[in-house]
């Protein structure tokens, strides 16, 4: 009976535990952008806008390339965070996009861990 008691401590140990460090990530929607920029492209479009369009996508590059960071842009609130990792390949490939991002957050910050594109909308 001993040994049967002590396992179930130790499984819901084990349990809560998982459950703590799981519960650090969590899943936002928005979108990718750059801290010159945060939540509208607009008037750097309309300052570099001649005889081509530039999309929001050629915006955030361009402005990271300039010395802008990466931020992301929560959908619905429109509020701005940094991001942490930097060197993440997938900001790169996301820029512009608006995007399912999870990772955990301290303050204004988010060190992302996965960036995925959203499911489409079924019609």
């Known amino acids: 009976m001993k040994n049967v008691f002590t396992s179930l401590c130790c499984i819901g140990l084990l349990l809560s535990l998982t459950s703590f460090v799981s519960a650090a990530d ?5 979108k990718i952008s750059d801290s010159m920029c945060g939540d509208d492209h607009a008037k750097m479009i309309a300052a570099h ?3 081509s369009k530039m999309t929001d996508r050629d915006c955030a590059l361009a402005c990271t390339k300039a010395g802008g960071k990466y931020v992301f842009v929560m959908g619905g609130s429109g509020k701005v ?10 900001l790169q490939t996301h820029a512009g ?4 991002l999870t990772g955990e957050m301290k303050g204004d910050t988010i060190t992302v861990s996965k960036i995925a594109m959203p499911a489409p909308e079924k019609t």
């Not at 996009?97 to 399912?100: A, D, E, G, L, S």
């Open 26 to 30: 969590q899943t936002w929607t928005g």
């Open 49 to 51: 806008s001649g005889a």
């Open 81 to 90: 965070y940094n991001i942490a990792n930097q060197d993440l390949a997938a």
């Open 97 to 100: 996009h608006t995007v399912r």
